[in-house]
C-alpha cells in the first residue's frame, strides 16, 4: 500500500485530537435553504441554494456580486441545484431534478449544459446529478445518484467512462453521497460507511472503513474535509499530524465546508460561517 494511504488509513484510526480551536470571525450570506459551498481560486465565494433554486455569488466580505436562477428549465434557471464547483475560468452546477449539469463563467453567465435528455450515448444517461467536478485536465466527473455511479466527461462534454457502476471492473458503488477531487486528480468518495478512492480513469486505488457516515466532503490545499451533520474532521494528506476534529461548535446542521486561505468556511442551510482556526 503507498505510504499516503496507510499515511490516511492511521489518521481516520481515531489518532489523538490536535489542540486547536475554531474562532468565529463572521457570518455572513442569507439563504432560505443552501447545499453547497465553492471558493475559487481568486477568493470568490459560490453557494447553491436549493430553496431559492438560486446560485449566489459573494466576495469574502459577504457582499453579494451577482445571484441567477429562479425555479424552471430554461438555462439559467433550475430545480434543486443540489452541488456546485467552481474553478478559476467556470462553475458548475449539479441542477438535479433538472437531469443536467449547467456550466457558466466566472461571473456566472451560461456558457452550456450537459442535459441527460440530449445524450444520445445510452452509457451516458444520468439521472438526478447530486455532484459535479472537474480535474486539471478538464475532465469533468458527475454523480448519477439514481444509477450509483460517477460518469467521465471530457472538457468538449463527450462521454469517456463509467466509474463505480456495475460495468466497472474495480469497485460497484452501493451508496454514493458526494465525492472530492485530490491534487493529483484522484476521486475520493463517500460510498456509506467507506472512504473510496479511485485513480482519475477509474480504477480502485484504496478502500477505507469509516466508523460513521458523514454528509459531504472536500479538498483543498491538501486538507481533506470530512463534513458530518454536526462535526469536521480534518486530515491532512501529505503529512502525519494527529487528526483534528471540531464537533457541536453549531447549532444548525452542517452542509457543506471548505478550507480557504487558512479559514474554514461552514455552510449552513441559512448562513456561511467563517472560522480562523487557532492553535
Known sequence: ?????????????????????????????????????????AGFIFVSDTGSNEIVKMDTLGNVIRTIGGYGWSASAFD?????????????????????????????????????RKISNDKAVFRYPISVLVNSQGDLYILDSDNTRILRFNFRGEYLNEIGGYESSSYVLR????????????????????LIVFDQFGNLVNRLKLDEEYVNINFSSNILLLIGDKKIDVLDWNSNPPRNSYSNFLEEKIK????????????????????????
Open 80 to 116: 434543486y441545484p443540489v452541488k456546485l464547483f467552481a474553478n478559476t475560468l467556470n462553475v458548475y452546477v449539479a441542477d438535479r431534478n433538472n437531469d443536467r449539469i449547467q456550466i457558466f463563467d466566472k461571473d456566472l453567465n451560461y456558457l452550456s449544459e450537459i442535459s441527460s
Open 256 to 279: 457543506d465546508a471548505i478550507l480557504f486561505n487558512k479559514k474554514l468556511f461552514v455552510l449552513t442551510e441559512k448562513k456561511l460561517y467563517v472560522y480562523q482556526i487557532q492553535n
Open 175 to 194: 451508496n454514493p453521497k458526494c465525492f472530492t477531487i485530490n491534487s493529483i486528480n484522484q476521486l475520493i468518495v463517500i460510498d456509506g460507511k467507506n
Open 1 to 41: 500500500m503507498h505510504k499516503i494511504y496507510m499515511l490516511i488509513l492511521l489518521i481516520i484510526s481515531f489518532l489523538p485530537v490536535k489542540g486547536q480551536e475554531l474562532i468565529l470571525i463572521a457570518e455572513i450570506g442569507s439563504f432560505q435553504s443552501a447545499s453547497s459551498v465553492s471558493i475559487n481560486q
